[in-house]
């Protein structure tokens, strides 16, 4: 069964950095992609980048260059999100997701709350 | 960026009705897929590639479209149906989501 984990909610002050995790079971970690997504209450999804499990090979949405970095640890086959400079915009859940060929989302995480507040 | 619109924004339905659920790019996709989303919890994938169901997905559930215009049908609503549906492309990067459709029950 496939299941991918993400760390607990995290509450940050502006300005600080965070790192999300998301570990994953069931299935070969090292030949998909990984996608992180955002969703801020009530509102829509955003794509921030996806990353390969194989060789870290990354690929960010325009408007999250500079605000995520990804990456990857083969052996554990764990993704991480690194989110830096927080301020209150960033306050949203974040997914982690696999990327299945044809485009699709196919599973998800259960998502983590990142709240920015002094 | 290729933008998705959803219509409608909000929606309910009775037991039984026939529902259908669109979405419109901005430029034309090969495929669309939809989602389902309850509250609190995570998207499921529910459609992919246009018209095939995800595992789990009841048959009364479809999808149909082509280029800029896709739709998403439920046969007869049932109570269980009740909640947020996004459709989303991947065709293009980067991917991009409608805004969603929330079905509720009337």
């Known amino acids: 069964e496939v299941q991918l984990q993400q760390s607990g909610a995290e509450l940050v002050k502006p300005g600080a950095s965070v790192k999300l995790s998301c570990k994953t079971s069931g299935y070969t970690f090292s030949n998909y992609y990984m996608s992180w997504l955002k969703q801020m209450p009530g509102q829509n999804i955003e794509w921030i980048g996806n990353i390969y499990g194989g060789n870290g090979g990354t690929g960010y949405n325009q408007k999250f260059k500079g605000k995520a970095t990804l990456t990857v640890d083969k052996s554990s086959s764990t993704a991480y999100m690194d989110l830096s400079s927080l301020t209150s915009e960033d306050s949203a859940v974040y997914f982690c997701?696999?990327?299945?060929?044809?485009?699709?989302?196919?599973?998800w995480g259960q998502g983590v709350m990142v709240t920015v507040s002094s | 960026e290729i933008v998705l619109t959803q219509s409608p924004t909000t929606m309910a339905a009775s037991p039984g009705e026939k529902v259908t659920l669109t979405c419109r790019a901005s430029?034309?996709?090969?495929?669309m897929h939809w989602y389902q989303q309850r509250s609190g919890a995570s998207p499921k994938l529910w459609i992919y590639e246009t018209s095939k169901l995800a595992s789990g997905v009841p048959n009364r559930f479809s999808g149909s479209g082509s280029g800029t215009s896709y739709s998403l049908t439920i046969n007869s609503m049932e109570t269980e149906d009740a909640a947020t549906y996004y459709c989303?492309?991947?065709?293009?990067?980067?991917?991009?989501f409608g805004a969603g459709t929330k079905l509720e029950l009337k």
């Open positions: 430029s034309s996709v090969s495929y």
């Open positions: 997701a696999r990327h299945y060929y044809s485009g699709s989302l196919d599973y």
């Open positions: 989303q492309q991947g065709s293009s990067y980067p991917p991009t």
